[in-house]
């Protein structure tokens, strides 16, 4: 194990992509190496040593499409991130551990009553823990919230920083739809970076019948060996064509076209009209994909279906033991999503990822100063 360090070294974002909305013009966001200090811990906190981080869509929403953070660059953005603590509390100092992606008070009416994992007034490495994210050497933060890593075997303490959103998100989603052994299940954008362990955790889970929708006829055919029972390409389709293939598909093998728990991951637009089309009757529908685009839906029909449409955010901290040990275990896989690469690569990688879309795995940034 390494010693806590005199300065943290980062890759810091000193300007998001800026677009005048009178003029059009658009002024290219600037991620640069930098170092910071190392702040003086409080009796609650720890320094991790950053073992990876992984690329998510928030980041790049952050760098390239004007999300607000809360705070204000110059900022190290990423939230995925396993490392090994370093400095600290003595208790956990040497462990290997995850950092939840968002960190709750525990002390508001919403951590006192279940929903922790959108308190207002939670810590989020990259947004709101100061200036400090994942995509550095070390980072400070809270020691409640951690998740040990125990007898991780095989697995590359690198890899396993994908659990801190990619793979906890999906299962705060299934909580969240109260996913029962037996549902019947549609994962939306079941290819992408979260949309993949979604529909590992609902078949993990007991999903009955896990139905996979997605437009990259490759990765719909990985996900047949990874949760799917059967996979729709939407490609050149609109919602209606969608729909009323996922409902021959049913009559065909018997199953309801009713009840099902829909997770919408993607947050586009067509992937929400194909969730909107696809619920029906004591249905559930529940959002996990974020995207700026608005959608027309007539919303009376959930009373006449008895339905619902649900937000998700985040997970709570509790639930990463669960999640973690679904890896290890064997009931959740890893390794075939995961790619990694060095952390100076950040700018050309954020720009690949942000021009050709979400990659066949998710991309680990690993640090290289």
């Known amino acids: 194990m390494a010693a806590a360090p005199d300065k943290i070294l980062t890759w810091q974002m000193t300007q998001p992509t800026l677009k005048n909305r009178k003029t059009g013009e658009v002024t ?5 190496k930098t170092e910071i200090a190392v702040p003086e811990l409080k009796p609650d906190e720890v320094l991790v040593e950053i073992a990876g981080c ?3 869509h928030t980041d790049l929403g952050f760098f390239y499409d004007g999300v607000p953070t809360v705070a204000k660059p110059p900022l190290t953005l990423g939230h995925e ?3 090994t603590v370093v400095a600290g509390d003595k208790n956990w100092i040497g462990k290997e551990v995850l950092i939840p992606a968002v960190m709750p008070c525990r002390k ?4 006192k009553t279940g929903r922790g994992n959108r308190c207002l007034s939670q810590k989020m490495p990259g947004n709101s823990i100061g200036i400090y994210g994942g995509f550095s050497s070390h980072i400070p933060v809270p020691g409640i919230d951690l998740c040990e890593i125990k007898n991780r075997g095989n697995f590359e303490l690198s890899h396993l920083s994908i659990i801190a959103d990619a793979g906890t998100t999906p299962y705060q989603a299934a909580k969240r739809a109260d996913l029962q052994p037996g549902d019947n299940v549609v994962v939306i954008g079941i290819a992408g970076g979260v949309g993949q362990f979604m529909g590992q955790i609902a078949k993990a889970l007991g999903a009955g ?6 437009i990259n006829s ?3 055919e990985r996900a047949l060996q990874y949760g799917a029972d059967f996979t729709i390409n939407s490609t050149g389709k609109d919602a209606r064509t969608v729909s009323k293939e996922f409902k021959s598909y049913c009559k065909a093998n018997g199953l309801p076209g009713f009840g099902w728990k829909i997770f919408e991951v993607t947050g586009v637009k067509p992937g929400q009209e194909i969730g909107l089309s696809l619920l029906s009757f004591v249905g559930k529908l529940i959002i996990i994909g974020f995207g700026m685009a608005k959608v027309e839906y007539s919303i009376s029909r959930l009373m006449a279906f008895d339905a619902d449409i649900l ?3 985040g997970c709570l901290p509790e639930y990463y033991p669960i999640v973690l040990n679904m890896v290890l275990n064997g009931q959740i896989k890893l390794d075939a999503f995961v790619e990694t690469r060095p952390m100076s690569s950040i700018v050309e990688t954020f720009e690949e990822v942000h021009s050709k879309g979400a990659p066949a795995k998710r991309i680990v940034l690993t640090p290289d100063f």
Do not use: F, M, Y
């Open 28 to 32: 290219p966001g600037r991620i640069e």
């Open 54 to 56: 992984g690329v998510c």
């Open 81 to 83: 991130i396993s490392g």
């Open 108 to 111: 508001c009416i919403l951590c």
């Open 209 to 214: 019948t896990v139905v996979g929708i997605d």
């Open 218 to 220: 490759e990765r719909l």
């Open 311 to 313: 937000g998700t955010w």
